[in-house]
């Protein structure tokens, strides 16, 4: 039987993360493995090996139970077999490539659960799947795919579309992102965002990689950085080494469900002139000779 990865490992999370922690590395591990997107021979695998993961760590009981007894705290007979629903008297079924539970009593057997920031397990299997879930009796809206600028994703705008001759008004929601779902009465619009060739996105935080020149990096000074606001000047720290990173509260994308804003950070590269002057030679040789 091959050896079960660490749960912390599998999610790329420390074992002292927070719960909030857990479930952004959670989500953003199952669609980078959701077999759908990742056509890798392991990626349904480690979709699976994702999903038991955050079964594990988003449950406070069980967190608790693995941080003491590991894998060993869910083998048979340990107290704590059982998928995420666990202890609500359902009856276990297999169909296809799904496990699922059957339930005969009453109430919601999802109460008290966490899914990730998803509401329940059917708006997983519709965020993953691409359609409504298997468990829902109620007839599939047709979606369709609108791809849309970097920045228009960032700051919101309308885009007026055909479909099925008819014209459409779409409102895109600040801080709209891949995958994000506008749902209307006969259809739902899914956004695919185009890749933007300064910035890079992680949820509602920016990332962007930004040249300053040696002079700068070495005796410190100002310089302008791109945001999705446009540019704004920073400081630069004396003998600030290549790869530092700067943290700018409040300029990433716009939080879609939760408000607010998430953070640029602005990784500094440092210039080094490829071709130097005789003169700028001899006064590097100078200055070098001062360090020895």
Same mark, same amino acid.
């Given at each position: 039987m091959p050896t079960k990865r660490d749960y912390y490992d599998?999610? %790329?999370?420390?074992?002292?993360a927070h719960a909030e922690e857990i479930k952004k590395a959670y989500r953003r591990k199952a669609l980078e493995y959701h077999p759908d997107r990742n056509k890798a021979k392991d990626a349904e695998e480690r979709f699976k090996e994702v999903n038991e993961a955050y079964e594990v760590l988003s449950n406070p009981k069980k967190k608790e139970a693995y941080d003491r007894f590991g894998h060993q705290a869910f083998e048979q007979g340990a107290g704590f077999a059982g998928g995420p629903f666990a202890g609500f008297g359902g009856q276990t079924q297999r169909s296809g490539p799904f496990t699922y539970t059957y339930y005969s009593?009453?109430?919601? @057997?999802? +109460?008290?659960? /966490?899914? %990730? %920031?998803?509401?329940? *397990?059917? +708006? $997983?299997? +519709?965020?993953?799947f691409g359609g409504a879930s298997p468990f829902r009796q109620e007839p599939q809206k047709p979606r369709y795919s609108? =791809? #849309? /600028?970097?920045? &228009?994703? $960032?700051?919101?705008? +309308?885009? $007026?579309?055909?479909i099925d001759g008819k014209e459409h008004r779409i409102k895109i929601p *600040?801080?709209? &992102?891949?995958g994000t779902r506008i749902r209307f009465k006969d259809f739902d619009v899914? !956004? /695919?965002v185009r *890749?933007? *060739? =300064? !910035?890079?996105?992680?949820?509602? /935080? #920016?990332?962007?990689?930004h040249a300053i020149p040696f002079p700068i990096a070495a005796l410190g000074g100002d310089t302008k950085a791109p945001t999705v606001d446009g540019e704004i000047t #920073?400081? #630069?720290? @004396?003998?600030?080494?290549p790869g530092t990173m700067i943290r700018l509260r409040g300029k990433g994308a716009p939080a879609l469900h939760h408000g607010g804003r998430g953070d640029e950070y602005v990784r500094l590269l440092v210039n080094v002139p490829e071709s130097l002057t005789h003169e700028q030679k001899d006064l590097l040789r100078k200055f070098q000779e001062t360090l020895e």
């Open positions: 599998v999610l %790329g999370v420390s074992s002292n009593t009453g109430g919601s @057997p999802f +109460e008290g659960v /966490d899914f %990730g %920031g998803f509401s329940d *397990p059917f +708006e $997983i299997f +519709e965020s993953f609108l =791809t #849309i /600028d970097f920045m &228009d994703a $960032i700051k919101g705008a +309308e885009k $007026i579309v055909r *600040p801080g709209a &992102d891949d899914t !956004f /695919d *890749p933007h *060739p =300064t !910035f890079r996105r992680d949820g509602a /935080d #920016i990332f962007v990689n #920073i400081k #630069i720290r @004396p003998g600030t080494k």
